[in-house]
C-alpha cells in the first residue's frame, strides 16, 4: 500500500515533516489539583493530575521521595471498534509504566518525601500517538497542579515507510507495520528521557528518524510553553495595586 | 558576560515563567549570595525554575516564583484551616491539603492540660496555625499564638466551607483590602475565615447572605479590582430584586 505518493503527499495530505494540528487547554478537570486536555489530529487525551498527598498505604510510601503512580486507559469509544476492556490489559499496563517512568525523570519527588502524585490519563479518542498525547498532556497537568519540575517533557513520534521518514504517524500509518519510534525530551536541555521503536530499523536511518521525532518534540515544546504562559498570565491573581 | 546576565534577569522579572527556564547565570555573577525562595533551584551554575508563575524580585538579593495552586505548600506561621482526619493519643491528625496529614498536639490550646483535651470529631474545621514545617515530617499546627492566647483560632461552628486556590486566599488577605471583600462587607454583615491554604469559611445571619458572599469570592479568581465591584454590584442587584 501506497503510503507517501509519488508527489509526497501522505494518506492524510499531510508532507512527511508536518506534524498533525495540536491544541491543549489547561483546567479541564475542576476536580483534580492539575488537569489538561492534549489533541493531536485525531487523538484526544485528558490528564488529571492529583498530589501530592497522604499516601493511603504506609507500606507503599517511600521515606525520602514522592510516590509516582500513572494509570493510563482507554474510553470504550475511543477506537473504531468499541473495546471490551479498556484498562488492565498488557498495553496500557506498559504504557503507564512508560508515562510514569518518564514523567519521574522531572518531577522534582526528593522534594516531598513520604507522598504520592497520581496521574491518570484518559485517552477519548484514540488515532495513533496516543503515547506521546498522554506524556504532553501529563506535562500540562503536572505544572498546572504546581509539582515543582525541573524541565517540561514533550513527546513525539516518527516513523519509516515507503523510504521516507514521516513525523507523527496516525493509526492507519503506525498499523501498516513499519518501525514507529517515539521519543520523549526535556525541552530546555534536550537530554531524552523515553525512546521506544517497534519492528526494525537500520542504525543510520534510525538516526534520521530519530531526529525528526526530536524536532517534532521541538514543537510541541514551544506549543506547550505558550500555553502554559497564557494559563499561568490568566491565573495570576491582581492585586490591586 | 555581566551585562548579558542583567539582561537575562531584568528581562524575567516579573515576568511568567515554566519550568525549566533559566533565570540566572551564576558563572557571571561574583562573590554575591542571593537567597532563593518557592520555585527556583539551583542546577549547577544556573538558576532554574521548577513552577509555572511569576518571578519576583526583592532588594537586595530575594528571588521567588509567586504561583497559584490548588493545593498548599506548608509554611511556618502561615494560618490556615485543617479538617480533622483522626485523633490519636497525642495528636489530632489534621488534613490540611499539603502533601502530608499535620499533626495538632492535644494540648496546643489555651489552658490546655491533659484534663481537658477537646473531642473533636472527624470533619471538624479548626482554624490553625503551622508551627513548624520541615520537608519529610508531618508539619506541626497550633491553636494558639506564639504568646500562648487562643486569639480567634479553634473550631469554626456552623458556616459554609469552600475551597479555592491558594493564589485567591493571598489576595483575599492582602492589605488593603481586598475589592471584593470591602465591596461586600459595605453591605452586608457576615463573619469570614481565610486559611492560606486555599480553604475559606463564611458564616452569616441568613443562608441567602452566605451563599451570595461565597459565589462573589469564588467569581472573583480572575477579575481586576474594578471588575470584582461591578460584579458585586450586579449580584447585589440581583439578590434585591429577587428578595
Known amino acids: ?17 508536518e506534524m498533525r494540528q495540536i491544541r491543549a487547554e489547561i483546567g479541564v478537570v475542576a476536580k483534580a489539583d492539575g488537569s489538561a486536555s492534549f489533541e493531536m489530529g485525531n487523538t484526544k487525551v485528558i490528564a488529571a493530575v492529583y498530589g501530592p498527598r497522604e499516601v493511603p498505604n504506609r507500606s507503599q510510601q517511600i521515606s525520602d521521595q514522592a510516590l509516582v503512580r500513572c494509570e493510563y486507559s482507554m474510553a470504550n469509544f475511543s477506537t473504531g471498534d468499541r473495546m471490551r476492556k479498556p ?5 496500557s499496563m506498559e504504557i503507564s509504566l512508560v508515562i510514569r517512568q518518564t514523567m519521574e525523570a522531572c518531577i522534582l519527588t526528593h ?6 502524585i497520581d496521574i491518570f490519563v484518559q485517552v477519548l479518542q484514540a488515532d495513533g500517538g496516543t503515547r506521546s498525547a498522554c506524556i504532553n498532556a501529563a506535562t500540562l497537568a503536572l505544572a498546572d497542579a504546581g509539582i515543582p519540575m525541573c524541565d517540561l517533557i514533550t513527546s513525539c513520534s516518527a516513523g519509516y515507510l515507503n523510504s521516507t521518514p514521516l513525523l507523527d504517524l496516525n493509526y492507519v500509518e503506525d498499523s501498516a507495520g513499519g518501525p514507529d519510534v517515539t ?11 523515553l525512546l521506544q521503536m517497534d519492528s526494525k530499523l537500520p542504525m543510520d536511518i534510525f538516526e534520521n528518524v530519530m531526529q525528526l521525532a526530536i524536532e517534532g518534540c ?13 494559563n499561568t498570565k490568566q491565573l495570576e491573581y491582581r492585586r490591586g495595586t | 558576560m555581566d551585562d548579558r546576565s542583567l539582561n537575562l534577569t531584568t528581562s524575567f522579572i516579573d515576568q511568567i515563567v515554566v519550568p525549566g527556564d533559566v533565570v540566572l547565570d551564576l558563572s557571571s555573577m561574583s562573590n554575591q549570595t542571593i537567597k532563593l525562595g518557592g520555585g527556583l533551584r539551583q542546577d549547577c551554575d544556573t538558576i532554574s525554575v521548577m513552577k509555572a508563575g511569576k518571578l519576583k524580585f526583592s532588594k537586595p538579593n530575594k528571588y521567588w516564583v509567586e504561583s497559584s495552586q490548588k493545593r498548599y505548600v506548608p509554611c511556618v506561621e502561615d494560618t490556615i484551616l485543617g479538617t480533622v482526619v483522626d485523633s490519636k493519643a497525642d495528636n489530632f491528625l489534621v488534613d490540611i491539603k499539603g502533601p502530608t496529614l499535620a499533626f495538632l498536639p492535644v494540648l496546643a490550646f489555651e489552658g490546655g492540660t491533659r484534663r481537658n483535651i477537646p473531642k473533636y470529631e472527624a470533619g471538624t ?7 513548624k514545617a520541615n520537608a519529610g515530617m508531618n508539619p506541626e499546627l497550633s491553636c494558639t499564638d506564639a504568646s500562648g492566647k487562643a486569639a480567634e483560632f479553634g473550631v469554626l461552628k456552623d458556616g459554609y466551607m469552600f475551597e479555592t486556590s491558594t493564589g485567591l486566599s ?22 469570614i475565615a481565610i486559611g492560606l491554604n486555599g480553604r475559606v469559611w463564611v458564616n452569616a445571619a441568613s443562608p441567602s447572605t452566605v451563599i451570595l458572599v461565597s459565589n462573589a469570592i469564588m467569581n472573583s479568581e480572575s477579575l481586576s479590582g474594578v471588575q470584582q465591584r461591578i460584579m458585586v454590584e450586579k449580584l447585589m442587584q440581583k439578590f434585591q430584586s429577587s428578595s
Open chain 2, 170 to 191: 493571598r489576595m483575599l488577605l492582602s492589605s488593603p483590602t481586598c475589592p471584593v471583600l470591602e465591596a461586600l462587607g459595605k453591605k452586608l454583615s457576615f463573619e
Open chain 1, 111 to 116: 522534594l516531598m518525601p513520604r507522598s504520592q
Open chain 2, 125 to 131: 474545621l479548626l482554624y490553625v496555625r503551622v508551627v
Open chain 1, 1 to 17: 500500500m501506497e503510503f507517501v505518493s509519488p508527489e509526497g503527499l501522505r494518506l492524510d495530505g499531510r508532507r512527511p515533516m
Open chain 1, 87 to 91: 484498562k488492565g490489559d498488557r498495553r
Open chain 1, 218 to 230: 521541538k514543537a510541541v515544546a514551544n506549543y506547550i510553553r505558550e500555553i502554559l504562559l497564557e
Open chain 1, 183 to 193: 521519543v520523549g525530551i526535556l525541552s530546555k536541555s534536550d537530554k531524552v528521557t
